[in-house]
């Protein structure tokens, strides 16, 4: 899989760290856990949409565009990291912006990532929960032309084949990284929500011959539904890196017990996940994504399914950013 054909830019700070969390294993009594920091990829405080976005941004420039178009939660990291990522190359950023959690609280709607897509001067235009957004972005794409403006969309997550080029070069990534340090592992885990992240894991590791289980914890979607969007992107990734059929159907497994109230949904397990990463490994994480997958492994390995003797590697996708916005709802 030959990833430099594809127009890229250089957003990320790469490699990102994979570190062991001493304290965390030896609390929980089970096994060796490690974290794939793509909390620290470094552009607008980090997280995993920067990888795709080296991609996505890539294209854009190849195109010519002058403005990015793209959606989000209101409380979106990709939305953050996409409106940094526009100033970075010197183009305007419409960003849509979509409602999704029921009677959000003052600090949710204008503290955290929304502060901070303000401060990087992205155009908000505020949405209800179930809006069409590829028309309402193919409209805003009519503006810009309009206007003599070259736009580009880019879909939330970054979530189509190009973004997930991304993480393809983050499973080839992490798998430089355990032969470097000698680690062989049973299980990585991470959140899986717009599918690119996942998607481009599996194509990333399949693809280079690994058949590392892959565990993704739902924070949207029913099993079903969010197995079947991981894996359709997955066999369109695969076919678009020349490394067609390379993931299979049952590749593809996301445990979607942790989503709690619904996304974006505060939970008490997303709660003590948070407080036990800060407390005993000073690591921060975010309410909506990372918080939720680690309730789930660390469910996981309360109930015995992961265990004593293994090692599990966690990947951190960022958004930090997220928790100033839940400041009224964390129980601490």
């Known amino acids: 899989m030959q990833l430099s054909k594809f127009a890229r830019v ?14 965390l294993s030896e609390h929980l ?9 793509d909390d620290c990829t470094g552009l607008a405080t980090g997280g995993n949409k ?31 990291q996409t409106a940094a990522a526009a100033c970075k190359l010197g183009m305007a950023c419409e960003v849509l912006l979509e409602h999704r959690v029921g009677q959000p609280s003052e600090t949710y709607t204008t503290s955290g990532n929304v502060f901070l ?9 505020e949405h209800p929960g179930g809006t069409d957004f590829d028309v309402e972005m193919g409209a805003i794409a009519e503006e810009v032309r309009a206007k003599g403006g ?26 430089e990284q355990l032969s470097e340090q000698g680690l062989k592992i049973d299980h990585l885990v991470t959140a899986t929500g717009s599918a690119g992240t996942h998607a481009g894991l599996a194509v ?22 969010q197995e079947e969007r991981v894996y359709d992107l997955a066999v369109d990734t695969a076919e678009l890196v020349g490394a067609p059929g390379c993931v299979a159907r049952e590749d593809i497994i996301a445990d979607c017990n942790y989503i709690g109230p619904g996304y974006g949904e505060p939970t ?20 909506v994504y990372s918080g939720k997958a680690l309730a789930g492994m660390i469910d996981y390995v309360r109930q015995g399914r992961f265990i004593k003797g293994q090692k599990i590697v966690f990947l951190h996708t960022g958004g930090s950013a997220g928790l100033f916005a839940y400041a009224d709802a964390l129980a601490l």
Do not use: W
Not at 10 to 23: F, G, I, K, V
Not at 54 to 76: C, K, L, N, P, R
């Open 29 to 37: 009594g089970g096994p060796d856990i490690y974290v794939k920091r």
């Open 117 to 125: 897509d303000k401060i990087f001067g992205a155009n908000l235009r």
């Open 150 to 175: 070259t736009p580009y969309i880019i879909p939330g997550g970054a979530s189509n084949t190009v973004g997930a080029l991304g993480y393809v070069g983050c499973g080839i990534e992490l798998l």
């Open 268 to 287: 008490e397990s997303m709660n003590e996940a948070v407080l036990m990463l800060a407390r005993l490994e000073g690591l921060l994480f975010d309410p």
């Open 10 to 23: 250089s957003l990320a700070h790469l490699p990102t760290p994979l570190e062991h969390l001493p304290r």
């Open 50 to 80: 920067t990888r795709k976005l080296e991609f996505s941004m890539g294209e854009a420039v190849e195109q010519g565009a002058d403005t990015i178009i793209t959606v989000g939660a209101i409380q979106s990291n990709h939305v953050r």
């Open 204 to 225: 990333g590791l399949r693809g280079s011959g690994s058949d590392i289980p892959i565990l993704g914890i739902g924070v949207n979607a029913p099993q079903d539904v």
